[in-house]
């Protein structure tokens, strides 16, 4: 009887298919390590977390993985696939098949494994409490109605509220590969979450925490968080909103803060970013006088610009207009923040060149509105 005929139980079978996958066994109990073969005959329909069902079923009952809700909701299914962080649930084994491709399937990254495809989420369940996920409204009586917010209101946070804390951004996480106390892209979308929420009254003490150590300037903008996110909740996006809210409160103690304020003016004035004078303006007049030896050795191979006279892009105007454009529309904070490729997707050009001014923004649930009406 073919796989597909016990599966559905019906009586005309369903077309199968051979699927071959490779997987990272591992003990952490016996620090035994094993790449396995499995080949084994699937519905065609199957996706990798069905794979791996019937691998367990009928080839090897000890193979470990989480799972529970199959419809990428629960975020348990997180595992790495040749390299980068999928969810099982979500990931059709038809066309890898067709291909003629043996994909490697590997616990997550950047958590403890303590067996074959399950790893230890503690760390990242302890940043996602850090970041007290729950609103604090700051009155001490609550209102004699439910505060509700509109949906206009709500937009701003549409899409870090769509997190199933799948923990497969972290898995994927530069920085924190280097640091495993960097708060992360997972739990910083929370973050945003709730300091973009007009319920929330703790948005001040909140950026404050994460613009500490390990905080949200120490995000490499590697991108591999938006990539990798099933739900699109962009990650990187929410950061560099915690960010622009951050300095538009004035809370811009952390060097990354500073460097970036620097950067705005220095593109501002000149079109460029002016290299020379980065390191006293984001670290301080002491530390540049440390640095003026090795800013001359650069300076003596031509590898920075003399700061005077600064040079003065050609096309200055277009830096300064974009300026004035995003001043006009208020874009302010959190409202300045159109990043990663949806975001670049979002931005139409015109015939003449140069960015539409006139784009509606787009509310979930409603067609977008025809241009100019
Ligand atoms: S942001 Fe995306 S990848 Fe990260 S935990 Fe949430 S749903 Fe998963
Ligand atoms: S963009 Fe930042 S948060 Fe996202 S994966 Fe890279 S370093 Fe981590
Ligand atoms: S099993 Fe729930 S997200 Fe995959």
Not at 167 to 193: H, I, Q, T, W
Request: aromatic share 6%.
């Amino acid at each position: 009887m073919s796989i597909g005929t016990e599966i559905t139980g019906g009586s005309a079978p369903e077309p199968t298919m051979e699927v071959a996958i490779k997987i990272w066994r591992y003990d952490s109990q016996t620090g035994e390590r094993a790449l396995k073969l499995y080949e084994v005959e699937a519905p065609e329909w199957a996706c990798l977390l069905d794979v791996l069902d019937i691998i367990k079923d009928r080839v090897d009952g000890t193979l470990a993985y989480r799972k529970s809700c199959r419809m990428m909701i629960c975020g348990s299914c997180g595992m790495r696939m040749d390299g980068g962080a999928v969810l099982a649930c979500k990931e059709r084994m038809k066309p890898i098949v067709d291909r003629g491709h043996v994909p490697v399937i590997s616990a997550m990254g950047n958590m403890p494994i303590v067996k074959d495809l399950v790893v230890d989420m503690d760390p990242f369940w302890s940043k996602i409490r850090a970041m007290k996920p729950w609103l604090q409204p700051g009155y001490q009586e609550p209102p004699e109605r439910e505060y509700l917010a509109s949906q206009e209101q709500m937009n701003p946070i549409h899409k870090e509220a769509l997190c199933i804390m799948c923990g497969c951004c972290v898995s994927e996480c530069n920085s924190m590969e280097s640091d495993p106390d960097f708060l992360g892209p997972a739990a910083l979308a929370k973050g945003f979450r709730f300091v973009g929420d007009p319920r929330d009254g703790a948005d001040i003490e909140r950026l404050n925490e994460y613009n500490s150590e390990h905080g949200i300037w120490d995000c490499t903008r590697c991108y591999f968080c938006n990539e990798r996110c099933p739900k699109g909740v962009d990650p990187r996006d929410a950061i560099a909103k915690l960010g622009a809210e951050s300095v538009r409160q004035g809370i811009d103690h952390d060097l990354g803060a500073k460097h970036a304020k620097w950067f705005v003016t220095s593109t501002k004035t000149t079109g460029w970013l002016r290299e020379t004078e980065l390191v006293p303006k984001t670290q301080g007049i002491v530390s540049a006088i440390k640095q003026t030896k090795f800013a001359l050795g650069l300076a003596r191979r031509g590898k920075v610009p003399l700061p005077f006279p600064p040079h003065v892009a050609e096309e200055v105007r277009e830096a300064r207009a974009l300026h004035d454009l995003l001043k006009e529309q208020n874009r302010r904070g959190a409202a300045g923040i159109v990043q990663g490729e949806r975001g670049l997707a979002r931005i139409e050009r015109t015939d003449e060149g140069g960015a539409k001014r006139d784009i509606a923004e787009i509310t979930p649930g409603e067609e977008p509105a025809a241009a100019g009406s």
